[in-house]
């Protein structure tokens, strides 16, 4: 009797309360523990029936005991330290907690402290609610590895389409090689042809062929030499090409303008490209500019809606001027490559001079040059 007098009506209400509380959670079908945080390392005084068999223990093995018997031996120190000083602090806390079971066996369990207060605001238990998540680890433990297996699988998988890649480019860059060095040998071969005739007009006729043969080397030897050999760089291959026409005229006579956007052309479209440039602006130079007469030679090559758009223009003599000769065949030749490039030429007469100009398709990202 003596020492119920001791007991405050609020600590009689708060016991109350932990009973209702105690007899609550008894039965629930996760595993609870209470512990008494005013104590020193935390000694459970109450665990329900899904502790026990959770764990394996009886209630004589846990109450009365640290909580931390729950903690794997020799397992790191660190978590166990967070959780005991929440637990004494009285503070909500959440974790993931490595825990051990009577026999020894451990998993892993996430634990949710939930401090009870009594009436007057003192930290009265802690209650830890545990739930085994093994499982749940052993899934985030197969995802971690599925995903590093399929980065594996997608690095070697890269690694061997690079390889791939690497081998393909190294292919083309040596049959584009090849091509350059045929051909080569072909100008060659018609220009020792020439210098043993007589007849200026069959030397002339073989001069102009090797320059075909030439233009088209000139086409596969940028492709083979290019970092990207599925691209002609348009622009390199037009000022080398004006560059050296130009040049067969007398010094000064006629100045080349070029006005070249760095675009590309797909290979597959480069040999007609190639030959194409070199009849239009070698009929300019040819022809425009007789009698040593001095003008002006204007490239222009951009983008177009849907694709190219060149133009060669002279101030030179004008197309009339005088009519084409006898087998002349340069404007055949355009014509039929514009037609397989699937674009459009228009001639103009600038009064003075010529321009020609062609628009063709080509796709936006095939022109793309660095
Ligand atoms: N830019 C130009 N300025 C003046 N005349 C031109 C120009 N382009 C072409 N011509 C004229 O058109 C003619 C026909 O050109 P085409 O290219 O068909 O033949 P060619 O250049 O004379 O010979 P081939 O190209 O067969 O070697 C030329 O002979 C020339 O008279
Ligand atoms: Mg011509």
Redo the contacts with the bound molecule.
Sequence with gaps: MLAETHVSPSQRTSDLAEARFRAAFRSLPMPILMVDPNRVRAPVIFANEAFFDLTGYSPDEVLGQSWQFLQVPGAEMASLDVVDAALHRGEAFETEFLSCRKDGSSFWSSLALSPVHDEAGHLRSVTVLLNDVSAKKQVDRDLIETKQFLEEQIERRTQDLQTALEQKTALLHEVEHRAKNSLQMTASLVLLKARRLQNPEARKVLH?TAERVSALSAAHRLLYTAGDVSRLNLKEFTAELAGELVMALPDGQVDLNLNIQPLGVPASKAAALALLLN?VI???V???FPNGRQGQLTIEIGRAENGLKIAVE?D????D??P??E??????L?TMLVHQLKGRLTWHDRKPG?RAEIVMPVDAEETQFE
């Design positions: 102009e009849e070698g009929n300019a040819k022809h425009a002279d030179g003599v004008g197309l001027h005088s084409p000769p087998g002349s065949f340069g404007k055949t355009i010529t």
